[in-house]
């Protein structure tokens, strides 16, 4: 009878497992690495306008989606984004429930790293179909990063939260700009599939493009950092704010453009990904 049952409840996992490693959840996931890939095309091509002397544009995901929104048939593309951002949570949710690819996938790490980014998507998902829907998408990430700062800043060990928060962000960026220089997304890559000249492609978008978006969240932290420090809230900076911090430096609008080629670079990659990409 034990047997039995232990065999039902075997069969029913791999019954289940079968199911979100289906069609359905890998088509959503790689919806979901479309919808990725637009958005950071999109605010890649925002930097440039800035970096090229445009300062009235909004460079972050927010000023991202409210040029969509602008344009005819904007609710559509928002409506096709959400849904594709909302496949990718459902695709990290699977993750975090029955295992990742590749042989360390059912690891605890890299399942609670699945339910993170689930979390994340789901924010973002939620934020962009309530755009759609003629809602607000939500301040702007600069406004948004202040608030959550002040507000952290108030509570006890405040400023020991926001430091180690902002230091785990610098880590954070490190870590996708090393993974993108030693080309780690190889193993994530059905390779055999790949030309070599598209293989050198998807290396200069996934090198470029990880190493860009990698400054810019060491970036981000380290402002974070500083604002724990300063004891300051308007230190801290979102997206926009980081990213027009690269133009005050002496390397001048220079070093902004080429951080906002790389981030329309990254989201060629996500595009490659969603062609290429285990899932």
Known sequence: MNTSASALARDGR?????????????GAAR???????????????LALQIAFGDQGQQADREGALGEIAQRPFGAVVLWAL???????ALWRLSEAAFGAAGPEGRTAK??????ARCVFYSFVAYSVLTLAAGGSGGSSSDRQSKDVTARLLEVPAGQWIVGAAGA???VAGVWIGGRAVTRAYHDKLRLGELSPATRRLVDVTGVGGGVARGLVFAAAGAFAVRAAVDYDPEHAKGIDDTLRSFAHTPVGPG????????????????FAMARWRKV
């Open 168 to 170: 785990g962000i610098v």
């Open 31 to 45: 919806a979901g690495f479309v919808a990725r890939g637009v958005i950071y095309l999109l605010v890649g091509l």
């Open 255 to 270: 070093l902004l453009a080429c951080v906002a080629a790389g981030l329309v670079l990254f989201g060629v990659f996500s």
């Open 14 to 26: 791999i019954e289940a497992e079968r199911a979100a490693r289906g069609s359905v959840v890998k």
């Open 110 to 115: 890299k399942r609670l790293l699945g339910l």
């Open 82 to 88: 959400g849904i594709g951002l909302a496949g990718m």
